[in-house]
């Protein structure tokens, strides 16, 4: 195997894994917005990644996930 150069390893203790309840649905969508923006500013005009973010990363479509999240009740 190579050899790994000034390559760092971080181990952290204080995150946490867990199902994602409704209560995550905002923090999802942010991250998830910030994140393709992010990644696709350069490659895309602002008015298609705004039109893509409010398409799939509002928080009604992330709260639509029938059943995914913990503690879904449907209407």
Not at 3 to 20: H, S, T, Y
Not at 41 to 46: A, D, G, K, S
Not at 53 to 72: P, S, W
């Amino acid at each position: 195997m190579g050899e790994l150069k000034g390559c760092l390893l971080m181990f952290r203790q204080d995150i946490v894994v867990q199902k994602a309840t409704i209560d995550h649905v905002e923090g999802i969508s942010r991250v998830c917005s910030e994140g393709w923006g992010d990644t696709y500013r350069e490659l895309y005009p602002i008015e298609y990644i705004e039109r893509v973010i409010k398409e799939f990363y509002n928080m009604e479509k992330i709260e639509d996930v029938r059943g995914c999240l913990v503690n879904y009740s449907p209407l």
